[in-house]
């Protein structure tokens, strides 16, 4: 009888063990297999993503791979060859009918814990601020002996603003064709718990 309770004891032992080891949240999260399952998307080399047209990310983070509670909405990307940005040179009104007729689009969803979405929001209002502030700058030490300073404010402004349109973005495509997209920007965690798959292999 004694020996029955001692083994029933360890067995417990051993499922509790087993129970605490799934649920550390000192582990590193791993891919759910389902999600990768679900539709073609995998990585390739140089940290870009490939998720095939008509499947999705996994409803992960795609900057430290924590599981979000809900899916985020999916956002249509838009993209193009970079040869058609010489068209500016030329007009950019014939540069911005070229690229709205030669542009392909994907729809996919990129999420962001609260953590990451919180750090992107504190950075695109910390660039805004600044391309007020620097704007407000260059027009109130505009004409006269402050030119050159206001110039310099002008330009500050635009970089402050470019940065904000860069840290704005959660991924960005460097590729769309008919079949998927190619996109970059998601973490190494991420990227880690996908498939890794070479182009030539596919």
Same mark, same amino acid.
């Given at each position: 009888?004694?020996?029955?309770?001692?083994?029933?004891?360890?067995?417990?032992?051993?499922?509790?063990?087993?129970?605490?080891?799934?649920?550390?949240?000192?582990?590193?999260?791993?891919?759910?297999?389902?999600?990768?399952?679900?539709?073609?998307?995998?990585?390739?080399?140089?940290?870009?993503?490939? #998720?095939?047209? /008509?499947?999705?990310?996994?409803?992960?983070? !795609?900057? +430290?791979?924590?599981?979000? =509670?809900?899916?985020?909405?999916?956002?249509?990307?838009?993209?193009?060859?970079?040869?058609?940005?010489?068209?500016?040179?030329?007009?950019?009104?014939?540069?911005?009918?070229?690229?709205?007729?030669?542009?392909?689009?994907?729809?996919?969803?990129?999420?962001?814990?609260?953590?990451?979405?919180?750090?992107?929001?504190?950075?695109?209002?910390?660039?805004?601020?600044?391309?007020?502030?620097?704007?407000?700058?260059?027009? #109130?030490?505009? /004409?006269?002996?402050?030119?050159?300073?206001? !110039?310099? +404010?002008?330009?500050?402004? =635009?970089?402050?603003?470019?940065?904000?349109?860069?840290?704005?973005?959660?991924?960005?495509?460097?590729?769309?064709?008919?079949?998927?997209?190619?996109?970059?920007?998601?973490?190494?965690?991420?990227?880690?718990?996908?498939?890794?798959?070479?182009?030539?292999?596919?």
């Amino acid at each position: 009888m004694g020996m029955m309770r001692r083994a029933q004891r360890a067995a417990e032992f051993d499922l509790e063990s087993k129970q605490s080891m799934e649920r550390n949240p000192y582990l590193p999260p791993e891919a759910d297999v389902h999600d990768i399952a679900r539709g073609d998307c995998w990585r390739e080399s140089g940290g870009t993503v490939y #998720v095939a047209r /008509g499947s999705d990310l996994p409803q992960r983070c !795609v900057k +430290c791979n924590t599981l979000l =509670v809900q899916r985020p909405k999916r956002k249509t990307y838009y993209w193009h060859a970079s040869g058609w940005y010489l068209l500016i040179l030329l007009n950019i009104i014939l540069y911005a009918i070229a690229a709205m007729i030669a542009r392909k689009k994907i729809e996919i969803s990129a999420g962001l814990c609260d953590q990451h979405r919180k750090r992107r929001w504190l950075k695109v209002g910390s660039a805004l601020g600044l391309f007020v502030l620097m704007f407000v700058a260059g027009v #109130v030490m505009f /004409g006269g002996e402050t030119s050159g300073i206001s !110039v310099a +404010c002008f330009a500050g402004s =635009v970089v402050a603003f470019v940065a904000g349109v860069i840290f704005a973005r959660v991924i960005y495509p460097v590729e769309i064709t008919e079949r998927g997209g190619r996109f970059k920007g998601c973490g190494p965690e991420f990227l880690a718990s996908l498939a890794a798959v070479t182009r030539g292999n596919r």
